[in-house]
């Protein structure tokens, strides 16, 4: 079974901080997602990584940075955390192109 | 016009009952699609691929029209654990970025 993990399922932040959200899969995945689901809007796309190294914009990349130095590991980055940032954010992965995605838990961040 | 369209419900059916969501896409190029169950407040799961034939897991049946362009699921004999949200997710050829629709609510009655 695919294991993908966050590393926190409840955050609480100030305005201004910097952000750090860590998600690790152990399936050797090469595609990697940050979501962020709110309610009334559904799931939406803000970054993804297709490779070590290599990052793509979703729909919604404004305010975050992402991080990809192991394939394994893909990282969230809030660069200075604004209230409306607060929100369930999920992680993904999947194993190559039109495979299905498989979730983590995901975190549920307020930002204060 | 959204790519994934999903009826957001509720859908209310008493416990037993037979139940039917549709998904429609707009992408014709599209080449595999997914249903995901999503409880309150937790990650989506998948649920079932769907294939080009159709396909069967116990309760559930997922079926495919490419002329028409939807996806469906049909849910027999419910139960009340399958109150959830059914999210329809679509791919298009020679792409690993999936296109999420905003969910089905399901309430399953006593």
């Known amino acids: 079974d695919v294991k993908v993990t966050q590393s926190s399922r409840y955050l609480v932040k100030r305005t201004g901080e910097k952000v750090f959200l860590e998600c690790v899969q152990d399936m050797d995945h090469e595609n990697m997602f940050w979501y962020r689901q709110d309610p009334g809007l559904g799931l939406r796309l803000i970054y993804f990584?297709?490779?070590?190294?290599?990052?793509e914009k979703g729909d919604i990349p404004e305010g975050y940075s992402v991080s990809r130095e192991k394939k394994e590991r893909f990282s969230l980055i809030l660069e200075s955390a604004s209230t409306n940032q607060t929100s369930m954010y999920l992680c993904a992965s999947s194993l190559e192109d039109n495979q299905p995605q498989h979730f983590g838990d995901g975190t549920r961040l307020s930002i204060l | 016009r959204k790519e994934v369209e999903q009826d957001p419900g509720p859908f209310n059916v008493p416990e037993g009952a037979t139940v039917a969501f549709n998904c429609t896409y707009s992408?014709?190029?599209?080449?595999?699609f997914f249903w995901y169950r999503q409880d309150c407040r937790k990650e989506p799961k998948l649920l079932m691929s769907v294939y080009s034939s159709g396909n069967e897991d116990g309760r559930f049946t997922a079926q495919l029209n490419r002329a028409s362009q939807y996806i469906s699921l049909l849910i027999r004999d419910s139960k009340l654990s399958d109150s959830a949200t059914y999210l329809c997710?679509?791919?298009?050829?020679?792409?690993?970025?999936?296109?999420f629709g905003r969910g089905t609510s399901l309430i399953v009655h006593p």
């Open positions: 990584s297709y490779d070590v190294k290599m990052k």
């Open positions: 992408n014709s190029a599209s080449q595999s």
């Open positions: 997710v679509v791919i298009p050829g020679g792409s690993y970025i999936p296109t």
